[in-house]
């Protein structure tokens, strides 16, 4: 393809992506099945501008405020993540000329909301409770595309082993710090090419995610609900963790998401996992259960703010608006989910979100109605579970992990006891 058609389809896709009313990725998605004529390499391109745009929104939008032509094809030129000799190509004297004045500009000389990037709503609370030099190391994280984390089936064969496929296959897989399941990989192999992940040796899952269901920590036999399954990737590191016994209730609203869940169940080899439709969290089925589980795992809906390095248009498309309606649906489920749990049982409560408000503070909340719930310490229940380095992990109590210190996602975590 011609540099300036490639330049200008990336302008277009910047146009459609900036209007923030859909998720990035099935705009990105929708816009590839519509040219279908792109190549692998385009496609790259062509997303991978599209995400550095997100992820720099303030400050490219600032830059491309000088220059000629239209907004988004300063845009895209900005945040072309193509070959740049490739984007000459494309480009007229005037638009070289101007682009090496701007790439020229001291990033450390402009505004500091055009080096966070981030709205000042979600920039405040996070300063405030980091401090100025942890801000700008989770600014800088954050802005970074995340490692891709895969979680090993213990049911199918040992990490040390699923390594050694990887290193065959001409992958270099290395062991994650924390889970004990997890290996991580540099670059993006083309997983669905091989055996070990189509034969559900492997699945995808961040490492901070495997650490919520260390946390959980199901055992043989025990009857367990994961309240919030969506497409299951919670759902599938406990059924493993249960070692395919007992009976695993995968619960959602989401016909749509449980029914995403299907082929991964059918890859991991689990006989022990019963996915559920409920109609909202005091469906019928939650009262007949009430009382007889030994562990739930309540992976409630949330701004997914700690997931900004692969969903940057999510700090664009939340509002404090948006957080408060969340708080209510986090308060509501996590009250009809702990009705489930026996005296002696684990209820989690978990989010990916960065934001104390949707964290401790529903966490306070229900500790503070709920006596007849003790609350568990996190790093002795994930040294438990074999976590190395249990104790880095945790705050006040609770699993914290953050991008900048820890590698993960940002997610949030606290494990209670029923006592009676
Ligand atoms: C953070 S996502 C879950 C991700 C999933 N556990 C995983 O590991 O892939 C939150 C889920 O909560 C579901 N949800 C929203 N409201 C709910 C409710 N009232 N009861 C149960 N699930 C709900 C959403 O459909 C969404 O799938």
């Given at each position: 393809m011609h540099p300036n058609a490639l330049l200008e389809l990336s302008a277009e896709l910047i146009a459609e992506v900036n209007q923030l009313d859909a998720p990035a990725d099935s705009t990105v998605s929708a816009f590839f099945r519509q040219h279908k004529n792109l190549g692998q390499r385009e496609r790259a391109c062509l997303?991978?501008?599209?995400?550095?745009?997100?992820?720099?929104?303030?400050?490219?939008?600032?830059?491309?405020?000088?220059?000629?032509?239209?907004?988004h094809r300063r845009l895209a030129m900005l945040a072309w993540r193509g070959n740049a000799a490739f984007l000459r190509g494309a480009l007229s004297p005037a638009e070289v000329h101007w682009l090496e004045q701007v790439q020229a500009i001291d990033p450390m000389s402009l505004a500091s909301k055009m080096r966070h990037n981030m709205p000042e709503w979600l920039a405040e609370p996070l300063l405030a409770r980091l401090g100025d030099e942890e801000?700008?190391?989770?600014?800088?994280?954050?802005?970074?595309?995340?490692?891709?984390d895969l979680r090993v089936n213990a049911l199918k064969l040992k990490r040390e082993e699923a390594q050694?496929?990887?290193?065959?296959?001409?992958?270099?897989?290395?062991?994650?710090?924390?889970?004990?399941?997890?290996?991580?990989?540099?670059?993006?192999?083309?997983?669905?090419?091989?055996?070990?992940?189509?034969?559900?040796?492997?699945?995808?899952?961040?490492?901070?995610s495997q650490l919520l269901a260390l946390l959980l920590a199901p055992k043989r036999g025990e009857m367990v609900v994961d309240f919030c399954a969506g497409a299951g990737g919670k759902t599938l590191a406990l059924g493993a963790a249960m070692r395919n016994t007992g009976r695993l209730y995968a619960f959602d609203v989401s016909g749509h998401r449980l029914t995403a869940m299907k082929p991964r169940l059918a890859r991991s080899g689990l006989s022990n996992v019963y996915p559920a439709q409920i109609a909202h969290e005091r469906d019928d089925r939650i009262k007949r259960l009430a009382g007889k589980i030994d562990r739930v795992l309540v992976d409630a809906p949330c701004s997914g703010l700690g997931t900004l390095r692969r969903n940057p248009d999510l700090k664009w498309r939340q509002s404090p608006k948006g957080v408060a309606e969340l708080q209510d649906k986090q308060r509501a489920i996590l009250a009809s989910a702990a009705r489930l749990v026996k005296p002696g049982g684990r209820l989690v409560y978990a989010t990916c979100s960065l934001l104390d408000a949707e964290n401790e503070v529903i966490a306070a909340e229900f500790t503070a109605?709920?006596?007849?719930?003790?609350t568990l310490d996190a790093a002795e229940c994930l040294a438990k579970?074999?976590?190395?380095?249990?104790?880095?992990?945790?705050?006040?109590?609770?699993l914290r992990l953050w991008p900048h210190r820890h590698a993960t996602d940002g997610f949030f975590a606290v494990a209670w006891e029923r006592l009676a």
């Open positions: 997303a991978e501008t599209v995400y550095a745009l997100l992820r720099e929104r303030i400050k490219f939008q600032n830059l491309a405020q000088s220059g000629t032509g239209s907004m801000f700008w190391q989770l600014a800088t994280a954050l802005n970074e595309a995340a490692p891709l050694a496929q990887f290193k065959a296959a001409g992958i270099e897989a290395v062991p994650t710090p924390y889970s004990p399941l997890g290996l991580r990989i540099d670059g993006k192999p083309a997983l669905h090419k091989l055996e070990l992940f189509t034969n559900g040796g492997v699945e995808v899952q961040d490492e901070g109605a709920h006596p007849e719930f003790k579970s074999q976590v190395e380095g249990a104790e880095g992990l945790t705050e006040a109590g609770a």
